[in-house]
Nanobody, 124 residues
Framework: QLQLVESGGGLVQSGESLRLSCVVS????????IGWFRQAPGKEREGVLC????????NYADAVKGRFTISRDNAKNTVHLQMNSLKPEDTAVYYC?????????????????WGQGTQVTVSS
């Protein structure tokens, strides 16, 4: 069974960094594209970044361009979301999701499994 577990969230001050991790099990990791999504209180879930099977990345949120990067470690079945220069508006629950199709998508409905989420809170 395909499962994802996020970690690395927490409370930080504006301008600081966090690295989120998403560990995947139950499926051949190299066949998956992995997306990070976030949902702030009172807002809809939005796509942030995605990394494809060939490590190509797509950015779906203009607000994080130049600050967030995504990477994958196939040896450890893990995807990382490096978040730098964090802002209070980055506060949200961050979810990773796996997609058993070639390439990335900003559409959450095309992802087949989700993690439980990790809270990121950025204070001003």
């Amino acid at each position: 069974q395909l499962q994802l577990v996020e970690s690395g969230g927490g409370l930080v001050q504006s301008g600081e960094s966090l690295r989120l991790s998403c560990v995947v099990s139950g499926f051949t990791f190299e066949y998956l594209s992995i997306g990070w999504f976030r949902q702030a209180p009172g807002k809809e879930r939005e796509g942030v970044l995605c990394i494809s099977q060939t490590s190509g990345s797509l950015n779906y949120a203009d607000a994080v361009k130049g600050r967030f990067t995504i990477s994958r470690d196939n040896a450890k079945n893990t995807v990382h979301l490096q978040m730098n220069s964090l802002k209070p508006e980055d506060t949200a629950v961050y979810y990773c999701a796996a997609r058993r199709m070639i390439g990335c998508s900003r559409s959450a409905s095309t992802y087949h499994a989700w993690g439980q989420g990790t809270q990121v809170t950025v204070s001003s």
